[in-house]
């Protein structure tokens, strides 16, 4: 079944250490990749995206993903952390051309001041 | 500007009663329209999405159902409800594939 994977759903880290966080997908075609970020007690907020052109896509708050098509990877990154990004993030999904928007299971990120 | 509405925010339903959630969305026109269950470490699982009136996709078998009886409105229903019911529910809209997805502030449904 297609599906999206995101490991190590609880991360905790001090500021300025570097984040990263891993996606997978199994859908064989051309894909549409987001990341979202969910802040306590706020609703579901977009961070980047990537649907065509450079595989390196710079977002909001100095967060980039790089999408590596040969590992079917969508890999969030950012070099050093504030408190203030203690969150849970979320890798989706679709596949071009269908409007199944599907999600992963979520990184609960705690960044400790 | 396009806004997304939810509700009711909060539900506590008995064992069996039926179940009707609530989406809607303005500002917009022949939106994707999604349903999601949020629960701690299993993320969001897609429920069910629609991509125009009358047209509803399931994801999981399951308890509940959905409709979109119009354009901008898509409700999510049970008629029985069971324990395992029990959840977060979101609702969200985008305007095409590779759109930015927006989200509804949630429905903490409690069956018991």
């Known amino acids: 079944a297609q599906s999206v994977s995101q490991h190590n759903h609880h991360v905790i880290l001090s500021e300025a250490a570097s984040l990263e966080l891993g996606c997978n997908y199994s859908?064989?075609?051309?894909?549409?990749l987001f990341w979202y970020v969910q802040y306590p007690g706020q609703h579901l907020q977009l961070l980047l995206k990537?649907?065509?052109?450079?595989?390196l896509v710079k977002g909001i708050k100095g967060f980039e993903a790089e999408f590596i098509k040969s590992k079917f990877s969508f890999n969030l990154r950012k070099p050093s952390v504030q408190w203030s990004d203690t969150a849970e993030y979320f890798c989706?999904?679709?596949?071009?051309?269908?409007?199944?928007?599907?999600f992963g299971k979520g990184n609960q990120v705690v960044v400790i001041p | 500007s396009q806004t997304i509405h939810q509700w009711p925010a909060t539900l506590v339903q008995p064992v069996g009663s039926p179940l009707s959630l609530e989406c809607t969305v303005e500002?917009?026109?022949?939106?994707?329209l999604y349903w999601y269950r949020q629960a701690a470490g299993r993320g969001l699982q897609l429920l069910f999405y629609?991509?125009?009136?009358?047209?509803i996709s399931s994801e999981v078998p399951q308890n509940l159902s959905a409709s979109r009886p119009q354009d901008r409105q898509f409700i999510l229903s049970s008629k029985k409800l069971l324990l395992s019911d029990s959840g977060f529910y979101l609702c969200?809209?985008?305007?095409?594939?590779?759109?930015?997805?927006?989200f509804g502030q949630g429905t903490r449904l409690t069956v018991v």
């Open positions: 629609s991509v125009g009136i009358g047209q």
């Open positions: 990537y649907f065509s052109g450079d595989p």
């Open positions: 989706a999904v679709n596949l071009d051309g269908n409007n199944r928007l599907a």
């Open positions: 500002g917009t026109s022949n939106p994707n």
């Open positions: 969200a809209w985008e305007k095409g594939v590779g759109a930015e997805a927006f």
């Open positions: 859908y064989g075609g051309t894909v549409n």
